[in-house]
């Protein structure tokens, strides 16, 4: 576990409300912030307006990848020991198509959870508090910052109706 | 917000419940009945990899098998597996991208499905080939002996297409098991609470995750809708690609994509249906996501209703004699039953479902079900069994006899899957807890239209 | 009644046969003059200790039964040395493994052969003339030794050694088996069952490897 | 190695040295899998002649049945695993029919007899010393004091010299006895021409051919040289053949060879031959045309379910060119009647004037005593006036009718002896049993007929320790001395050489061993047959007087017991081989049958494969139906051959005994088969058939394509003929489907420039000419023995799991709704497509194409997915759903396999692979004497066994090829032509006698 990070953790019952803290928060120069939710939601995501995941990135050389290993593969292995059949090419493309699709779509899915792994679970913000109760029904939004600032994120929090509002030191 | 709450594809209950009803069906302790369950499938796989055993020490042999007829129960019953799984990715992958709202209630079991049900097709290329402990011969791996496999061949495609498919949606149904297990894992103790922390892979719900995970898994829906609509379509080349009557059709592939859906939906309402009553989720699982399954059930019926009737018009139009003398022989020969009760339980019970009272029944949509899967498996049945009992040279026709190695695998690959899936709905959340949330508005302070 | 594989005259259809086998025949009994004549000078040159100093390491080393365990190879009924045949007296391979140019077989010496030579040698020493004594109470026994075998292809594949001989030449068997004429006791140098090992081959001298040439 | 697991039966060292090299040897039973440790068993002395790993070729004489073919026995280190027709014979000329190849399975049978067997108090028998043994016959005989006779059922030959001038001498009697013998033919002969032989006929010079009910082509006299014969004559060849009339009550093998079959009542034959004879007279002005006034066609015609004009025309097509040839006497004509058949059919001859130009008397085959005698001599058992009784080479207790008690009086003599080698029907009742060796392991010599002496020799150590009759006889005399102290020769082959050494001396041989070593290399002496002057008629011949055959009993139906194909007179019964090639006709395997008309079967109400019970006076018995149009409404035919009580695990409680329905009791000088009526009742029982053909009909596939005779004489090819037959044109081929097809060949000329592909290669290629096939099946039992196939028994067959790699499909044409019966036959192997549907789908290679042309199977490549089968149009791979090379093979019946090809394992496909085995030898022959391979220097075994010729075998590439010159006759086509595989098998159109306009069997397309 890495060491715990300061800062205030404030939990919402109401997503009108944690989304108006989160903007406040933002325009207030407030970069580093984790907000907690039990499933996807938009308006948060607009809240927050971070650019879309570089997922995808992995998902496109993975399939690319792919392609070239099912094309390639099949078409060395029928040269390197040409074996006739049925009066056939030694080296057809239309059947070949068939396996350089499927090794797209594996590769492709492979590294799209790979890229998955990385970005979501390895970089993952350690060390910061957790409550049981984000993953059922509250939002919890926490603000990284010394003694100093905390009085006044509380009173932010406080200010957008936080259900409850903890200072982690 | 009012328009929203009369959506019936919106949840009725709020967040809190939804984890609670969900989460329930794990906690509880399992019933008797379950006990009972689980143990006669487990049984049922012990006779499946028992006669696998006999196979093995005495040979293919042991089962009905009869020349010209080489593919037989087994085939059909492979074919038959991997069709049902197809009705599982289109309902999580396909829907998906359609943004249809009625899929998050069931998406979660008819994916578990497609799991177990590729798991259990994929033993059969092994179990029906002569010498079993050489399958690995189809994998072009570097050997000493410098061969490679014949790409050319559709049993390759075969191989390549359901490998992909069980990796690809047992990581797709993985994926979108995280979040939940992350929330059961806050809400339950002991032993239960290390394996989901185990699985969630430290998921908390950051937005930092949810940013990736939302991506993440657009992208993979977005790959398993054209697999599965390959898978089907090689799997229907293993037959359409050789020059047997009755085989060789150019409307294979659609014909069979549609078929493995309907049989697909055919085997979810078999297990959906039961299910809602068991886990008490009949508030989660309503008439109106029954009622849009009966409707997809229709259309692909429809579908093999019409590739039916264009097989026989084509038998004719064609003026092969071997194509015509295999389908009459399909309606009226040896094989006449099982030509019939494909005909009957696919082509025309689908059609019943035009009628909204049936529709809406769930008794009469489970019977319904029932007769898909019969029909589905007869349809694999009259199109190898029957299409090899007579075709080119008719010195060599013949008829299989069935053995108990048949029936008793053929039984034995419903205990495997049976298995598979009880254990699942006992320990995994059958309906999707996140998913489900994210179609719940959540509550708010100032009573306004929202940030839409 | 049946104390002896057949011998008896038969006739063969085809009449090249006698004559090939005949003039073989001919071959054999001057090889055999040849080989025994060579034994007895080697063993001669042996014989003296002086010479034994002069050429060094030429001397078969004095390896009895007992040792034949410790060797590579399995352990053969007679304690047979190719080192000393085919390595000190040089004799030709195909003067025991006769119709390894004609047929797909090697063939394996009948106890004859052996007696051919050894009615006249006993062996120099002890440890050889303890081998050769069984090889005469078999004889006289009437009982074929059953030798261990070395290199086994497996049965689904056919290896034609007289091709192989054809192209390689009578001096080639080294190719596969390894220096026989080095071993006291024969092991496997190459896995010859290997169908790479073949391959190999194959591919390097560009000769086919059509699946048919050897498996049907 | 096999070896390692022989049974406690059969000492393993001895199989070593019947083995030679046994790593060779028996290990090929392994299959795909590499063994472990084997020895390698050198020999004591290298047998000069005896290479290991190339075959040795020894010529000996088969005695499968009475004709005498010569035997080439291909030996490997010291086994024989093949026999082969011997190409200097001149009654088989290097081919050979099924029975003659199974006759390996005899020597190597898992039920012979390992010692001389003596029966003990308790009934049963035990293993004795071979002293002992002798000892106790010499007691036996020595005391029998005349009373004392033997039952041979060897033909004459050295040996059977010996055997009558010892019993001779002994004062007993010496019996020749042959089941099938032909005592009706003698008969006729004598009342014809006076004289007490045989004829032989030339088929191949006949131009008109009509056989009453004479199976010359299954189980008739010589049936290998008359079929060479028929095939000459019948096989279209240069324009023309010659036409072939078949007059009976059942359609045989032979009648299915026919134009023509004219199906009329059991007993009625001679009239038909008689009104022949009678316009026939009447047209050539002979003095017998009077005599036969009253057989005119007009009167004969409605006994014998004819038109007159039918009759007419037979008899103007009889004469109308060259020789023409009438045969009659086989046992389905065995009835009362049957030496009055014989004799119209003689005096048909004589009339037509074929006598000495199709009807050749001075080299009939060999007599022997006949039925008569027989029963004379059961019949002195019965009255109990012997003590000791030899039966040697013969099982009369199977071949003679229960009805006449033989049992019971055989059992009535004191001391029974048998020489069988396997404890058969009439050696289960012996009291001493002193198995003899087997022909190949003998020393022996055979006269079949004048002017042929075939010789036998060891070509194999015995399998068992058991004695040459021949010594056991000389060893008695020893014993016994006294009257047959003469007979003191060392050994058999002593004797043996001493006689022929006298004949060399009556020959003027000069040098004997040169003589005796030349006789051995070529299988025997041929002579000229020694020439007979042309027969006359004697006074009393004209004096015709046909009565109507009598039968017993008051049954509906007319019981037909004939020869069965595979089984013959029974000796069949105990080889796997014949059992699993099926009969030519019914296609069954592994039983017997009743054949029923389907009118009768309607009338009964039964179907195939229910059980009936047929009642005769004489007895009864239950068998299953089959179903038969080839039959006439009034008679019920059985093939004989299966029903024995004995004779080892294949033949034993298999099937049913026909002859248990026919009575013996009266007098005639032949054994009566067709003497009884049968009443038929239904038992409700059901007995599955174990047939190996699907649907009988064509369906108009074209499978086994025919033409009229003018047309083919035209040149035609098949679709020409058909066209011009007034049928519509098939549908042509798009441009864009040709330049589709055209396609294929680029790709395949591309796809040839790759690896070993490109370098240059032959292609081979086979011809089937359908106008000499006559479905004999002999190819069947070849490709079986060549090519280490293992027979499933009847249980997989009922699944139709038989391996037969190539198979005779057989083909209903008509015979319903009243039009006549017609039957074709093809035969089918792996037709190694240019373009193979099977290879493609193989996912590892294991089906390819190989360089030379073939569709390559590749055993230990294959997984055994099977789809390659499923995609063969001609359904010609065989798959190894279980064991079988495990269950097939009991010891010693393993050593019959063919070192040069692999025992498949169990989850293997296999097929025909134009027996790549030879083709590989050849080539590395060639390769050695550095030349190419010769044209016709690689025989298949199919092609090298047909003893019709109709099948040929070539490089394609080779334009001098005799293969090429088959291939390129109109008549040419290939089965399945619209799936565009292009087979390396060329069939050549059936011609048959029929009007231009009416429809070719089965469409050209």
């Given at each position: 576990?890495?060491?715990?990070?300061?800062?205030?953790?404030?939990?919402?019952?109401?997503?009108?409300?944690?989304?108006?803290?989160?903007?406040?928060?933002?325009?207030?120069?407030?970069?580093?912030?984790?907000?907690?939710?039990?499933?996807?939601?938009?308006?948060?995501?607009?809240?927050?307006?971070?650019?879309?995941?570089?997922?995808?990135?992995?998902?496109?050389?993975?399939?690319?990848?792919?392609?070239?290993?099912?094309?390639?593969?099949?078409?060395?292995?029928?040269?390197?020991?040409?074996?006739?059949?049925?009066g056939?090419?030694?080296?057809?493309?239309?059947?070949?198509?068939?396996?350089?699709?499927?090794?797209?779509?594996?590769?492709?899915?492979?590294?799209?959870?790979?890229?998955?792994?990385?970005?979501?679970?390895?970089?993952?913000?350690?060390?910061?508090?957790?409550?049981?109760?984000?993953?059922?029904?509250?939002?919890?939004?926490?603000?990284?910052?010394?003694?100093?600032?905390?009085?006044?994120?509380?009173?932010?929090?406080?200010?957008?109706?936080?259900?409850?509002?903890?200072?982690?030191? | 917000?009012?328009?929203?709450?009369?959506?019936?594809?919106?949840?009725?209950?709020?967040?809190?419940?939804?984890?609670?009803?969900?989460?329930?069906?794990?906690?509880?302790?399992?019933?008797?009945?379950?006990?009972?369950?689980?143990?006669?499938?487990?049984?049922?796989?012990?006779?499946?990899?028992?006669?696998?055993?006999?196979?093995?020490?005495?040979?293919?042999?042991?089962?009905?098998?009869?020349?010209?007829?080489?593919?037989?129960?087994?085939?059909?019953?492979?074919?038959?597996?991997?069709?049902?799984?197809?009705?599982?990715?289109?309902?999580?992958?396909?829907?998906?991208?359609?943004?249809?709202?009625?899929?998050?209630?069931?998406?979660?079991?008819?994916?578990?499905?497609?799991?177990?049900?590729?798991?259990?097709?994929?033993?059969?290329?092994?179990?029906?080939?002569?010498?079993?402990?050489?399958?690995?011969?189809?994998?072009?791996?570097?050997?000493?002996?410098?061969?490679?496999?014949?790409?050319?061949?559709?049993?390759?495609?075969?191989?390549?297409?359901?490998?992909?498919?069980?990796?690809?949606?047992?990581?797709?149904?993985?994926?979108?098991?995280?979040?939940?297990?992350?929330?059961?894992?806050?809400?339950?103790?002991?032993?239960?609470?290390?394996?989901?922390?185990?699985?969630?892979?430290?998921?908390?719900?950051?937005?930092?995750?949810?940013?990736?995970?939302?991506?993440?898994?657009?992208?993979?829906?977005?790959?398993?809708?054209?697999?599965?609509?390959?898978?089907?379509?090689?799997?229907?080349?293993?037959?359409?690609?050789?020059i047997?009557?009755?085989?060789?059709?150019?409307?294979?592939?659609?014909?069979?994509?549609?078929?493995?859906?309907?049989?697909?939906?055919?085997?979810?309402?078999?297990?959906?249906?039961?299910?809602?009553?068991?886990?008490?989720?009949?508030?989660?699982?309503?008439?109106?996501?029954?009622?849009?399954?009966?409707?997809?059930?229709?259309?692909?019926?429809?579908?093999?209703?019409?590739?039916?009737?264009?097989?026989?018009?084509?038998?004719?139009?064609?003026?092969?004699?071997?194509?015509?003398?295999?389908?009459?022989?399909?309606?009226?020969?040896?094989?006449?039953?099982?030509?019939?009760?494909?005909?009957?339980?696919?082509?025309?019970?689908?059609?019943?479902?035009?009628?909204?009272?049936?529709?809406?029944?769930?008794?009469?949509?489970?019977?319904?079900?029932?007769?898909?899967?019969?029909?589905?498996?007869?349809?694999?049945?009259?199109?190898?069994?029957?299409?090899?009992?007579?075709?080119y040279i008719?010195?060599?026709?013949?008829?299989?006899?069935?053995?108990?190695?048949?029936?008793?695998?053929?039984?034995?690959?419903?205990?495997?899957?049976?298995?598979?899936?009880?254990?699942?709905?006992?320990?995994?959340?059958?309906?999707?807890?996140?998913?489900?949330?994210?179609?719940?508005?959540?509550?708010?302070?100032?009573?306004?239209?929202?940030?839409? | 009644?049946?104390?002896?594989?057949?011998?008896?005259?038969?006739?063969?259809?085809?009449?090249?046969?006698?004559?090939?086998?005949?003039?073989?025949?001919?071959?054999?009994?001057?090889?055999?003059?040849?080989?025994?004549?060579?034994?007895?000078?080697?063993?001669?040159?042996?014989?003296?200790?002086?010479?034994?100093?002069?050429?060094?390491?030429?001397?078969?080393?004095?390896?009895?039964?007992?040792?034949?365990?410790?060797?590579?190879?399995?352990?053969?009924?007679?304690?047979?040395?190719?080192?000393?045949?085919?390595?000190?007296?040089?004799?030709?391979?195909?003067?025991?493994?006769?119709?390894?140019?004609?047929?797909?077989?090697?063939?394996?010496?009948?106890?004859?052969?052996?007696?051919?030579?050894?009615?006249?040698?006993?062996?120099?020493?002890?440890?050889?003339?303890?081998?050769?004594?069984?090889?005469?109470?078999?004889?006289?026994?009437?009982?074929?030794?059953?030798?261990?075998?070395?290199?086994?292809?497996?049965?689904?594949?056919?290896?034609?050694?007289?091709?192989?001989?054809?192209?390689?030449?009578?001096?080639?068997?080294?190719?596969?088996?390894?220096?026989?004429?080095?071993?006291?006791?024969?092991?496997?140098?190459?896995?010859?069952?290997?169908?790479?090992?073949?391959?190999?081959?194959?591919?390097?001298?560009?000769?086919?490897?059509?699946?048919?040439?050897?498996?049907? | 190695?096999?070896?390692?697991?022989?049974?406690?039966?059969?000492?393993?060292?001895?199989?070593?040295?019947?083995?030679?090299?046994?790593?060779?040897?028996?290990?090929?039973?392994?299959?795909?899998?590499?063994?472990?440790?084997?020895?390698?068993?050198?020999?004591?002395?290298?047998?000069?002649?005896?290479?290991?790993?190339?075959?040795?070729?020894?010529?000996?004489?088969?005695?499968?049945?009475?004709?005498?073919?010569?035997?080439?026995?291909?030996?490997?280190?010291?086994?024989?695993?093949?026999?082969?027709?011997?190409?200097?014979?001149?009654?088989?000329?290097?081919?050979?029919?099924?029975?003659?190849?199974?006759?390996?399975?005899?020597?190597?049978?898992?039920?012979?007899?390992?010692?001389?067997?003596?029966?003990?108090?308790?009934?049963?028998?035990?293993?004795?010393?071979?002293?002992?043994?002798?000892?106790?016959?010499?007691?036996?005989?020595?005391?029998?004091?005349?009373?004392?006779?033997?039952?041979?059922?060897?033909?004459?030959?050295?040996?059977?010299?010996?055997?009558?001038?010892?019993?001779?001498?002994?004062?007993?009697?010496?019996?020749?006895?042959?089941?099938?013998?032909?005592?009706?033919?003698?008969?006729?002969?004598?009342?014809?021409?006076?004289?007490?032989?045989?004829?032989?006929?030339?088929?191949?010079?006949?131009?008109?051919?009509?056989?009453?009910?004479?199976?010359?082509?299954?189980?008739?006299?010589?049936?290998?040289?008359?079929?060479?014969?028929?095939?000459?004559?019948?096989?279209?060849?240069?324009?023309?053949?010659?036409?072939?009339?078949?007059?009976?009550?059942?359609?045989?093998?032979?009648?299915?060879?026919?134009?023509?079959?004219?199906?009329?009542?059991?007993?009625?034959?001679?009239?038909?031959?008689?009104?022949?004879?009678?316009?026939?007279?009447?047209?050539?002005?002979?003095?017998?045309?009077?005599?036969?006034?009253?057989?005119?066609?007009?009167?004969?015609?409605?006994?014998?379910?004819?038109?007159?004009?039918?009759?007419?025309?037979?008899?103007?097509?009889?004469?109308?060119?060259?020789?023409?040839?009438?045969?009659?006497?086989?046992?389905?004509?065995?009835?009362?009647?049957?030496?009055?058949?014989?004799?119209?059919?003689?005096?048909?001859?004589?009339?037509?004037?074929?006598?000495?130009?199709?009807?050749?008397?001075?080299?009939?085959?060999?007599?022997?005593?006949?039925?008569?005698?027989?029963?004379?001599?059961?019949?002195?058992?019965?009255?109990?006036?012997?003590?000791?009784?030899?039966?040697?080479?013969?099982?009369?207790?199977?071949?003679?009718?229960?009805?006449?008690?033989?049992?019971?009086?055989?059992?009535?003599?004191?001391?029974?002896?048998?020489?069988?080698?396997?404890?058969?029907?009439?050696?289960?009742?012996?009291?001493?049993?002193?198995?003899?060796?087997?022909?190949?392991?003998?020393?022996?010599?055979?006269?079949?007929?004048?002017?042929?002496?075939?010789?036998?020799?060891?070509?194999?150590?015995?399998?068992?320790?058991?004695?040459?009759?021949?010594?056991?006889?000389?060893?008695?005399?020893?014993?016994?001395?006294?009257?047959?102290?003469?007979?003191?020769?060392?050994?058999?082959?002593?004797?043996?050489?001493?006689?022929?050494?006298?004949?060399?001396?009556?020959?003027?041989?000069?040098?004997?061993?040169?003589?005796?070593?030349?006789?051995?290399?070529?299988?025997?002496?041929?002579?000229?047959?020694?020439?007979?002057?042309?027969?006359?008629?004697?006074?009393?011949?004209?004096?015709?007087?046909?009565?109507?055959?009598?039968?017993?009993?008051?049954?509906?139906?007319?019981?037909?017991?004939?020869?069965?194909?595979?089984?013959?007179?029974?000796?069949?019964?105990?080889?796997?081989?014949?059992?699993?090639?099926?009969?030519?006709?019914?296609?069954?395997?592994?039983?017997?049958?009743?054949?029923?008309?389907?009118?009768?079967?309607?009338?009964?109400?039964?179907?195939?494969?229910?059980?009936?019970?047929?009642?005769?006076?004489?007895?009864?018995?239950?068998?299953?139906?089959?179903?038969?149009?080839?039959?006439?409404?009034?008679?019920?035919?059985?093939?004989?051959?299966?029903?024995?009580?004995?004779?080892?695990?294949?033949?034993?409680?298999?099937?049913?005994?026909?002859?248990?329905?026919?009575?013996?009791?009266?007098?005639?000088?032949?054994?009566?088969?067709?003497?009884?009526?049968?009443?038929?009742?239904?038992?409700?029982?059901?007995?599955?058939?174990?047939?190996?053909?699907?649907?009988?009909?064509q369906?108009?596939r074209g499978i086994v394509q025919s033409?009229?005779?003018?047309?083919?004489?035209?040149?035609?090819t098949p679709e020409?003929?058909y066209?011009?037959?007034?049928?519509?044109?098939g549908?042509?081929n798009?441009?864009?489907?040709?330049?589709?097809i055209?396609?294929f060949a680029?790709?395949?000329?591309?796809?040839?420039?790759?690896?070993?592909?490109?370098?240059?290669?032959?292609k081979?290629g086979m011809a089937v000419d359908l106008?000499?096939?006559?479905?004999?099946?002999?190819?069947?039992?070849?490709?079986?023995?060549?090519?280490?196939?293992?027979?499933?028994?009847?249980?997989?067959?009922?699944?139709?799991?038989?391996?037969?790699?190539?198979?005779?499909e057989?083909?209903?044409?008509?015979?319903?709704?009243?039009?006549?019966?017609?039957?074709?036959?093809a035969p089918v192997m792996c037709q190694h497509c240019d373009n193979a549907p099977?290879?493609?789908?193989?996912?590892?290679?294991?089906?390819?194409?190989?360089?030379?042309g073939?569709n390559?199977?590749?055993?230990?490549?294959?997984?055994?997915?099977?789809?390659?089968?499923?995609?063969c149009p001609f359904?010609v791979?065989?798959?190894?759903?279980?064991?079988?090379?495990?269950?097939?093979?009991?010891?010693?019946?393993?050593?019959?396999?063919?070192?040069?090809?692999?025992?498949?394992?169990?989850?293997?496909?296999?097929?025909?692979?134009?027996?790549?085995?030879?083709?590989?030898?050849?080539?590395?022959?060639?390769?050695?004497?550095?030349?190419?391979?010769?044209?016709?220097?690689?025989?298949?075994?199919?092609?090298?066994?047909?003893?019709?010729?109709?099948?040929s075998?070539?490089?394609v590439?080779?334009?001098?090829?005799?293969v090429?010159?088959w291939k390129r006759d109109p008549r040419g086509y290939h089965m399945l032509e619209e799936t565009n595989v292009r087979p390396s098998v060329t069939y050549l159109a059936r011609?048959?006698?029929?009007?231009?306009?009416?429809?070719?069997?089965g469409e050209a397309h």
């Amino acid at each position: 576990m890495a060491k715990a990070v300061a800062g205030v953790l404030a939990q919402f019952d109401h997503i009108d409300g944690a989304c108006d803290a989160i903007r406040e928060l933002k325009a207030g120069g407030q970069k580093d912030l984790t907000v907690y939710t039990a499933a996807a939601n938009h308006e948060i995501e607009a809240a927050i307006g971070d650019p879309v995941s570089p997922v995808r990135l992995f998902t496109l050389i993975g399939g690319l990848t792919g392609c070239a290993a099912g094309f390639g593969m099949t078409i060395w292995m029928s040269l390197d020991w040409p074996v006739l059949v049925g009066g056939k090419p030694i080296a057809p493309i239309p059947p070949y198509v068939v396996l350089g699709f499927e090794l797209t779509i594996l590769i492709g899915a492979l590294s799209t959870v790979v890229g998955l792994v990385v970005l979501a679970m390895m970089q993952a913000p350690r060390g910061r508090p957790y409550s049981p109760r984000f993953s059922d029904d509250r939002i919890g939004i926490f603000v990284p910052c010394g003694a100093d600032r905390a009085p006044s994120v509380e009173a932010l929090f406080r200010q957008h109706g936080s259900v409850e509002v903890t200072r982690d030191a | 917000m009012a328009v929203i709450a009369h959506d019936p594809s919106l949840p009725t209950q709020t967040h809190a419940e939804v984890t609670r009803d969900v989460i329930k069906t794990i906690t509880d302790k399992p019933t008797t009945g379950y006990y009972i369950l689980a143990g006669s499938m487990a049984l049922l796989t012990l006779v499946l990899f028992g006669t696998l055993g006999a196979l093995l020490k005495y040979g293919l042999g042991l089962a009905g098998y009869a020349p010209p007829i080489m593919w037989s129960i087994y085939i059909t019953t492979f074919v038959f597996w991997i069709g049902i799984g197809h009705a599982g990715t289109l309902i999580s992958a396909i829907l998906f991208l359609f943004r249809s709202p009625w899929r998050t209630a069931v998406y979660r079991s008819t994916e578990a499905m497609t799991v177990f049900a590729v798991m259990t097709a994929a033993l059969f290329p092994i179990i029906h080939i002569g010498r079993q402990w050489l399958f690995y011969w189809l994998i072009p791996y570097p050997n000493q002996r410098f061969l490679w496999p014949n790409f050319k061949s559709p049993l390759m495609w075969d191989v390549f297409a359901v490998s992909t498919y069980l990796t690809v949606s047992s990581t797709f149904l993985m994926i979108g098991l995280v979040p939940d297990v992350a929330a059961i894992r806050d809400h339950v103790s002991g032993w239960r609470k290390k394996l989901y922390a185990a699985l969630s892979l430290g998921w908390t719900g950051a937005d930092s995750q949810w940013r990736h995970y939302s991506r993440a898994y657009l992208y993979l829906a977005a790959l398993c809708t054209p697999l599965v609509l390959s898978v089907h379509s090689v799997v229907s080349w293993d037959f359409a690609m050789s020059i047997v009557p009755g085989w060789h059709g150019t409307i294979f592939a659609p014909y069979f994509v549609a078929g493995a859906i309907y049989s697909g939906i055919g085997m979810v309402l078999t297990l959906v249906i039961p299910l809602r009553k068991v886990l008490k989720l009949d508030h989660m699982i309503t008439e109106y996501h029954f009622d849009n399954l009966a409707k997809l059930t229709l259309f692909t019926g429809s579908i093999l209703f019409y590739a039916y009737g264009m097989e026989y018009f084509i038998a004719w139009y064609s003026g092969s004699t071997f194509e015509q003398t295999t389908f009459w022989r399909r309606a009226f020969g040896p094989n006449w039953w099982a030509g019939w009760s494909m005909i009957i339980c696919n082509a025309f019970v689908s059609q019943l479902l035009w009628f909204p009272k049936i529709r809406k029944n769930i008794t009469s949509l489970f019977v319904i079900s029932i007769f898909i899967n019969i029909g589905m498996w007869f349809e694999r049945y009259v199109i190898f069994v029957g299409s090899l009992a007579n075709d080119y040279i008719p010195y060599a026709w013949g008829q299989i006899n069935p053995t108990w190695a048949d029936w008793c695998i053929l039984a034995g690959s419903f205990g495997w899957f049976g298995l598979w899936f009880t254990l699942f709905y006992k320990n995994f959340p059958i309906v999707a807890i996140q998913e489900v949330k994210e179609m719940i508005p959540m509550p708010r302070r100032k009573a306004h239209g929202g940030a839409h | 009644m049946l104390s002896l594989p057949s011998f008896r005259p038969r006739e063969i259809v085809h009449m090249l046969d006698l004559t090939r086998r005949s003039a073989d025949m001919r071959k054999r009994f001057l090889y055999g003059l040849g080989a025994v004549a060579t034994a007895v000078v080697a063993f001669a040159a042996v014989s003296r200790p002086s010479d034994a100093q002069q050429q060094p390491t030429v001397g078969p080393s004095p390896l009895t039964t007992s040792d034949s365990s410790k060797l590579q190879g399995p352990k053969q009924p007679i304690f047979f040395r190719h080192d000393i045949h085919a390595g000190q007296l040089k004799l030709q391979c195909q003067y025991c493994h006769y119709t390894v140019a004609e047929s797909s077989e090697p063939g394996i010496p009948a106890l004859s052969t052996c007696m051919g030579c050894h009615n006249l040698v006993a062996g120099k020493t002890k440890e050889n003339q303890v081998e050769i004594t069984k090889l005469k109470t078999a004889w006289s026994k009437k009982q074929p030794i059953e030798w261990v075998r070395v290199h086994t292809i497996a049965k689904h594949a056919h290896f034609p050694h007289m091709r192989h001989i054809k192209a390689l030449g009578t001096q080639a068997c080294a190719t596969c088996h390894g220096e026989i004429a080095q071993m006291p006791q024969v092991y496997k140098v190459n896995n010859v069952n290997n169908m790479g090992f073949c391959i190999t081959c194959h591919i390097e001298r560009k000769v086919s490897r059509d699946c048919s040439v050897c498996h049907y | 190695m096999a070896d390692e697991s022989t049974t406690p039966s059969v000492d393993r060292r001895h199989f070593l040295k019947v083995l030679g090299v046994s790593g060779v040897g028996a290990a090929a039973l392994t299959g795909c899998s590499t063994d472990r440790v084997t020895k390698l068993v050198p020999y004591l002395v290298q047998s000069e002649d005896q290479v290991p790993g190339i075959a040795t070729n020894y010529a000996s004489t088969c005695t499968e049945c009475s004709a005498g073919c010569g035997l080439h026995v291909r030996t490997r280190e010291g086994r024989p695993v093949k026999l082969e027709g011997n190409p200097e014979h001149p009654t088989n000329a290097g081919t050979l029919c099924a029975r003659g190849q199974a006759g390996l399975q005899s020597l190597y049978n898992p039920d012979r007899l390992k010692a001389p067997m003596a029966r003990n108090a308790a009934g049963g028998f035990d293993e004795i010393k071979w002293d002992d043994a002798i000892a106790r016959l010499a007691a036996k005989v020595g005391s029998a004091g005349g009373k004392f006779a033997v039952l041979n059922g060897y033909g004459p030959s050295t040996f059977t010299t010996l055997l009558q001038d010892w019993t001779k001498a002994l004062g007993g009697t010496h019996v020749a006895f042959e089941p099938f013998a032909r005592e009706a033919e003698r008969a006729a002969n004598q009342k014809t021409w006076g004289r007490d032989d045989l004829p032989t006929y030339d088929f191949a010079a006949a131009t008109h051919i009509i056989s009453f009910g004479a199976d010359f082509l299954e189980t008739w006299g010589p049936v290998v040289e008359q079929q060479r014969g028929f095939a000459a004559s019948h096989g279209f060849h240069d324009g023309t053949m010659s036409r072939h009339v078949f007059v009976g009550p059942r359609l045989s093998l032979t009648g299915a060879n026919a134009d023509e079959w004219l199906m009329v009542p059991a007993g009625s034959e001679a009239q038909v031959a008689l009104a022949i004879a009678h316009v026939v007279a009447e047209r050539k002005g002979h003095p017998l045309a009077g005599m036969l006034m009253a057989y005119m066609p007009e009167t004969v015609a409605k006994d014998v379910g004819l038109t007159s004009q039918q009759l007419h025309d037979l008899a103007d097509a009889f004469i109308a060119s060259g020789p023409s040839l009438a045969v009659a006497g086989a046992v389905p004509t065995q009835h009362r009647g049957a030496v009055d058949l014989c004799h119209a059919v003689n005096l048909l001859n004589e009339v037509a004037g074929n006598v000495g130009k199709t009807v050749l008397f001075g080299a009939g085959p060999a007599v022997t005593d006949g039925f008569g005698r027989t029963r004379d001599l059961f019949a002195s058992m019965g009255r109990g006036e012997l003590q000791v009784v030899l039966v040697h080479e013969a099982n009369p207790l199977y071949a003679l009718p229960k009805s006449g008690k033989f049992l019971e009086s055989f059992k009535k003599v004191g001391f029974k002896v048998s020489t069988a080698s396997v404890l058969d029907d009439t050696a289960a009742q012996c009291d001493l049993i002193l198995p003899n060796l087997h022909s190949l392991e003998r020393w022996d010599d055979l006269r079949p007929r004048p002017g042929i002496t075939g010789t036998l020799q060891p070509v194999v150590e015995p399998i068992f320790p058991v004695m040459h009759t021949g010594d056991v006889l000389l060893k008695v005399s020893k014993a016994i001395g006294g009257a047959v102290a003469g007979f003191n020769a060392a050994s058999f082959e002593e004797h043996l050489k001493a006689e022929w050494q006298k004949r060399a001396a009556s020959g003027k041989a000069g040098d004997f061993d040169s003589y005796w070593r030349g006789a051995l290399g070529r299988g025997g002496i041929y002579e000229a047959a020694p020439a007979a002057a042309k027969p006359a008629l004697v006074s009393g011949a004209t004096q015709i007087t046909f009565t109507k055959p009598a039968f017993d009993g008051t049954g509906d139906y007319v019981l037909m017991p004939y020869p069965s194909s595979m089984y013959y007179d029974g000796r069949g019964a105990n080889k796997p081989w014949l059992h699993e090639n099926p009969d030519p006709i019914t296609k069954i395997t592994w039983q017997s049958w009743v054949e029923l008309h389907p009118d009768t079967a309607a009338k009964l109400d039964v179907r195939e494969g229910e059980i009936v019970e047929l009642t005769s006076p004489h007895g009864s018995i239950r068998s299953q139906v089959y179903v038969y149009a080839g039959v006439h409404p009034g008679v019920l035919a059985m093939p004989l051959g299966l029903g024995h009580t004995a004779y080892g695990r294949y033949a034993k409680d298999r099937g049913v005994n026909a002859l248990d329905l026919i009575g013996a009791a009266d007098s005639d000088t032949f054994l009566p088969y067709v003497s009884t009526k049968v009443s038929v009742k239904t038992t409700g029982d059901y007995r599955k058939a174990a047939r190996v053909d699907g649907e009988a009909r064509q369906l108009g596939r074209g499978i086994v394509q025919s033409m009229p005779l003018a047309y083919a004489a035209k040149g035609m090819t098949p679709e020409e003929s058909y066209k011009a037959a007034g049928h519509v044109e098939g549908e042509k081929n798009t441009e864009r489907e040709l330049a589709a097809i055209e396609g294929f060949a680029e790709d395949q000329a591309k796809a040839t420039q790759y690896g070993d592909y490109a370098n240059p290669h032959p292609k081979w290629g086979m011809a089937v000419d359908l106008s000499r096939c006559t479905g004999c099946s002999a190819c069947v039992t070849a490709c079986y023995a060549e090519n280490n196939i293992p027979t499933v028994g009847e249980e997989q067959v009922f699944r139709r799991r038989e391996m037969s790699w190539l198979r005779i499909e057989r083909y209903w044409e008509g015979g319903e709704a009243g039009e006549p019966l017609a039957v074709s036959f093809a035969p089918v192997m792996c037709q190694h497509c240019d373009n193979a549907p099977c290879e493609p789908v193989c996912p590892v290679y294991a089906a390819y194409h190989t360089p030379d042309g073939l569709n390559g199977q590749v055993y230990n490549r294959c997984v055994g997915t099977r789809y390659c089968s499923n995609n063969c149009p001609f359904k010609v791979r065989y798959f190894n759903w279980l064991k079988y090379n495990e269950v097939a093979f009991p010891e010693p019946l393993n050593l019959q396999l063919n070192p040069d090809v692999t025992v498949r394992a169990r989850g293997v496909m296999e097929k025909c692979t134009f027996c790549i085995q030879r083709i590989r030898g050849a080539q590395n022959t060639a390769r050695l004497e550095d030349r190419e391979v010769r044209d016709g220097e690689i025989k298949t075994a199919c092609m090298q066994s047909c003893p019709s010729g109709a099948l040929s075998f070539g490089n394609v590439k080779d334009p001098e090829a005799a293969v090429i010159k088959w291939k390129r006759d109109p008549r040419g086509y290939h089965m399945l032509e619209e799936t565009n595989v292009r087979p390396s098998v060329t069939y050549l159109a059936r011609v048959l006698h029929q009007p231009p306009v009416a429809t070719p069997a089965g469409e050209a397309h």
